[in-house]
C-alpha cells in the first residue's frame, strides 16, 4: 500500500490539498483531525471540559468513533451519527486540541487510523501522522505557512460561511493551538527527520497542490 503522511499546523491548507491529490492519485483521503473532533465534540455534548482526563478517558470506552467512505468522501460517526458537519464548529478546534493532549485519547484512535493504511492506498493528514502513526510512510510531507496568512485563510473560510469572527480573534485562537499542538508532552506537532518540509505561504493553492504531488511522484515512481 502506498501511505502518504501530510502533517503540519492548522490552517497550512492541508485537507484542502491532501483532498484534491487523494481524488488525482486515487488514494483514500483520511482527515484525522476529524477524530479528535469527533472525540472533542462527545467531551462538549457531555458538558466535560475537554482538557479535564479524569472526565474524557471514562468516557472513552462508552463512546463509538466510526469513519466511512461514501464517494471518496470522509464521512465521521458518533455513536452511529454523522457528526462531519458538526465538528467543524469553531469551539470545537480548541475542544479537539485539548483532547488530543491526553494519551489515552491517543492511544483509542491509534489503530484506527493504522488500519485504514494498513488496507487502502492513502493520503492521511495530521500533526503526527509521518512521526508516530505512519513511522514507515513512504511519502512524508510537513505542509506549513506562516501564522498570519493561515489565520486570513480561517477567516476568509468563515466569512464565506456566514461565520462573524474578528481576524484578530482567528490569529490569537490559532497561534494558542499551535502552541498547544507543539508543546504537548505525547506526539507533538513536528517535522519528521526524513519529511519534506513544504512552505505554501507565498502559493497559490493551485502551485501547492503541484509541487505536493511532483513530491509524491518523485518519491513513489523510484
Ligand atoms: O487538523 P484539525 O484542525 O482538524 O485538528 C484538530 C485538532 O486535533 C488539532 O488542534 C490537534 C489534534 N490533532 C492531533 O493531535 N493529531 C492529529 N493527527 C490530528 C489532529
Do not use: W
Not at 462538549?44 to 471540559?49: A, N, P
Not at 454523522?82 to 483532547?99: G, L, Y
Not at 498547544?180 to 505554501?200: G, M, N, T, V
Not at 497542490?209 to 523510484?222: L, P, R, S
Amino acid at each position: 500500500m502506498i501511505n502518504v503522511a501530510i502533517d503540519g499546523p492548522g490552517g497550512a491548507g492541508k485537507s484542502t490539498i491532501a483532498k484534491q491529490l487523494a481524488k488525482d492519485f486515487g488514494f483514500i483521503y483520511v482527515d484525522t483531525g476529524a477524530l479528535y473532533r469527533t472525540v472533542g465534540l462527545a467531551a462538549v455534548k457531555r458538558g466535560f471540559k475537554p482538557s479535564d482526563a479524569e472526565k474524557v478517558v471514562p468516557m472513552l470506552p462508552n463512546v463509538k468513533v466510526e469513519l466511512k467512505f461514501v464517494n471518496g468522501e470522509q464521512r465521521v460517526f458518533l455513536d452511529g451519527e454523522d457528526v462531519s458537519t458538526d465538528i467543524r464548529m469553531p469551539e470545537i478546534s480548541m475542544a479537539a486540541s485539548d483532547v488530543s493532549a491526553i494519551p489515552k485519547v491517543r492511544e483509542y484512535l491509534f489503530d484506527l487510523q493504522r488500519d485504514i493504511a494498513k488496507k487502502n492506498d492513502c493520503l492521511m493528514d495530521g500533526r503526527d501522522i509521518g512521526t508516530v502513526v505512519l513511522p514507515d510512510a513512504q511519502v512524508k510531507v510537513f505542509l506549513t505557512a506562516s501564522a498570519e496568512i493561515r489565520a486570513k485563510r480561517r477567516y476568509d473560510e468563515l466569512q464565506q460561511k456566514g461565520v462573524e469572527a474578528k481576524f484578530e480573534d482567528v490569529l490569537a485562537e490559532l497561534k494558542q493551538r499551535d502552541y498547544q499542538d507543539s508543546h504537548r508532552e505525547i506526539a507533538p506537532l513536528k517535522q519528521a527527520d526524513d519529511a519534506i518540509l513544504f512552505d505554501s505561504s507565498n502559493l497559490s493553492l493551485q502551485e501547492a497542490i503541484d509541487g505536493i504531488a511532483k513530491i509524491i511522484k518523485e518519491k513513489t515512481e523510484k
